[in-house]
């Protein structure tokens, strides 16, 4: 490609979807990333596309509502253009309801789910949880139909031959050429922290898990503070560990092992699954614990998409369009709370 648009750094989760929305427009776009696609925590296992609790609206949820509901058209087209599955499908989320407070909390959320998620999804009380039902001491769960399942590698892998199919380039080192989309996750964030001097972000170290069981198309899990996954392939992916301090980024331990006894306590079902992988990486959280999106201060032609943390494949289909809106139509829809100039000092 003898000129280039958007240049855009990363070819994580963000970096990919910038580079696809752009790319849809008519740009000329150039992912860089000298260790290749969904190398960091974009590579992960668990692929949980669960919304927020439906109360206490805000603009980081109505954001990420948006963005969940764009969802099934947005891997449908990129499985479409790609050839590749991308491990989504919109199969909803069972929750147990410990206590009556618990109850009580579920059933007015299903007053303000309706209200909030309108005809889009429900969040309702019910007592028939599946076949792949949690342990809940009530008998009673949440079941919504919002969350979905991604296969988070696959999805990326998917993302990035669409991106080259559609005539994008994917390449492990190159100069700047055009507007600069800097996705690139902790590292990033390190670097904005020392450019600015403050505190941007940080990684935040997550451990997750692989078991052999084919649980079928059923919805997910939420018990014991884990989430349980079951993907097209027949496993069940389970996480993740939320670690500040750590001392090896990729290396799991008897915290994961925790987590494998929470996720067999709470899901029958998987007593005897054997663990097929063991997966740790390091998840960039802004300090806002909001994605971290737009122009960056003093460099211009230079932009921001970063601080995924945990929601990161939730809001890739939003967080796309909005930076596309800015990069290529200098139109700013981005939320108050994601701006870097919030952050900035």
């Keep these: 490609m003898s000129h280039v648009d958007v240049t855009v750094r990363g070819a994580g989760i963000f970096g990919l979807a910038c580079a696809w929305a752009c790319l849809r427009r008519g740009a000329r776009v150039r992912v860089v990333d000298p260790f290749g696609v969904a190398a960091g925590s974009s590579g992960g296992v668990v692929g949980a596309l669960a919304p927020h609790v439906p109360e206490n609206w805000n603009a980081k949820k109505a954001f990420q509502l948006d963005s969940l509901l764009m969802a099934g058209a947005y891997w449908a087209e ?12 919109r199969l909803g989320r069972v929750q147990p309801l410990a206590d009556d407070r618990a109850v009580e909390m579920a059933r007015a959320r299903e007053v303000s789910a309706a209200e909030l998620w309108g005809d889009h999804a429900e969040w309702r009380v019910v007592s028939d949880g599946g076949r792949f039902a949690p342990v809940s001491p009530t008998g009673l769960f949440v079941m919504d139909t919002l969350t979905a399942r991604i ?17 994008g380039e994917i390449v492990t080192e190159a100069s700047d050429q055009g507007a600069v989309v800097h996705a690139t996750g902790v590292a990033g964030l390190e670097v904005l922290s020392e450019v600015s001097g403050r505190a941007i972000g940080t990684g935040v170290k ?17 018990a014991g503070g884990v989430h349980v996954v079951p993907h097209a392939d027949g496993t069940v992916a389970i996480g993740s560990t939320s670690e500040r301090d750590y001392a090896d980024a990729t290396g799991t331990d008897e915290a994961l092992n925790q987590v494998i006894s929470a996720a067999r306590a709470a899901v029958p079902a ?14 960039p959280r802004a300090r806002s614990r909001a994605p971290l999106l737009g122009a960056w201060p003093g460099r211009e032609g230079h932009f921001i ?29 981005i939320p108050a709370d994601f701006a870097v100039e919030a952050v900035w000092p």
């Design 270 to 283: 998987l007593a005897d699954a054997p663990v097929l992988a063991r997966w740790a990486g390091v998840r």
């Design 206 to 222: 997550g451990q997750a898990a692989v078991l052999g069981f084919d649980a079928g198309e059923v919805p997910q899990v939420f």
């Design 151 to 167: 296969h988070p590698r696959k999805a990326c892998l998917a993302l990035a031959e669409a991106i080259r199919r559609q005539g």
């Design 78 to 89: 990129i499985e479409t253009v790609s050839g590749f599955s991308a491990g989504y499908a």
């Design 305 to 333: 998409a970063n601080g995924g943390f945990k929601i990161g494949f939730g809001m890739a289909p939003k967080v796309g369009e909005v930076m596309a809106d800015l990069i290529l139509d200098q139109t700013d829809t």
